[in-house]
């Protein structure tokens, strides 16, 4: 298994930001079951029923036959969604797109408003069933004592962070405030020689826009497919 664990860690390492979370959970030790044949793989995260699976749909499809649990959120590609509604009932398909950010890129929107919420350097941990997940950097937006924007991170490694939990009040969105938040976090992770990670909907276009008006640059996509097991 180590063996087999060191050569798909190998694999992935070829391009980490289309592969930043999987290298994220078997770097961090989370249970996983692995079937793999360079060029094709399935990972299964069993404790949060999610499945890693990609290669070439016609030695990667048969690996399928394995998965006994009654749903799963698979996160692949395009090539899988036909063979993967085939073998499933498939619920819900969503694309995601993948942007990263390189540090002579990056166009900053300081604002004196913004401030971390936790200590850098000392993260806050959470679980989500038997996942852990790692909150390293987190940043507010205060109108007074007001906190009225947020954000921070999660699968934060010593090269790379994903950009997650963004939030703006409501009533305060349109303002720019999110921008200025996901500058700070940026700014903190390429000081540090991070490369930043945003993952957002490829249907949440305003995301979209903030993401680029920071410098970011569209790497790739992949579907989230929420299927049930037929029978």
């Not at 790379?160 to 938040?181: N, Q």
Request: aromatic share 12%.
């Amino acid at each position: 298994m180590n063996e087999q664990l060191d050569a798909i860690l190998e694999f992935f390492k070829r391009d980490p930001i289309t592969n930043f979370e999987i290298l994220y959970h078997l770097q961090s030790g989370q249970e996983a079951r692995i079937l793999f044949e360079d060029p094709s793989y399935l990972i299964e995260l069993p404790p949060a029923r999610k499945v890693f699976l990609g290669g070439k749909p016609e030695s990667a499809i048969p690996f399928l036959s394995s998965l006994s649990l009654p749903s799963y959120l698979i996160h692949t590609d395009y090539e899988f969604l036909q063979p993967l509604k085939t073998h499933f009932i498939v619920r819900e398909v969503e694309m995601y797109m993948v942007y990263a950010l390189k540090k002579e890129n990056f166009i900053p929107a300081r604002d004196s408003r913004v401030r971390p919420l936790i200590p850098r350097g000392s993260p806050i941990s959470y679980s989500v069933g038997k996942e852990k997940i790692s909150l390293e950097t987190f940043y507010g937006l205060f109108l007074g004592e007001k906190l009225v924007s947020y954000g921070g991170t999660q699968f934060e490694t010593a090269s790379w962070a994903e950009i997650a939990w963004l939030k703006t009040e409501e009533e305060h969105r349109g303002k720019g405030y999110g921008l200025k938040v996901v500058s700070a976090i940026v700014e903190d992770l390429l000081n540090e020689g991070k490369t930043p990670i945003y993952r957002v909907s490829a249907e949440n276009t305003a995301s979209r826009r903030l993401a680029e008006k920071l410098g970011f640059h569209f790497h790739s996509r992949f579907f989230y497919v929420s299927v049930n097991l037929r029978g």
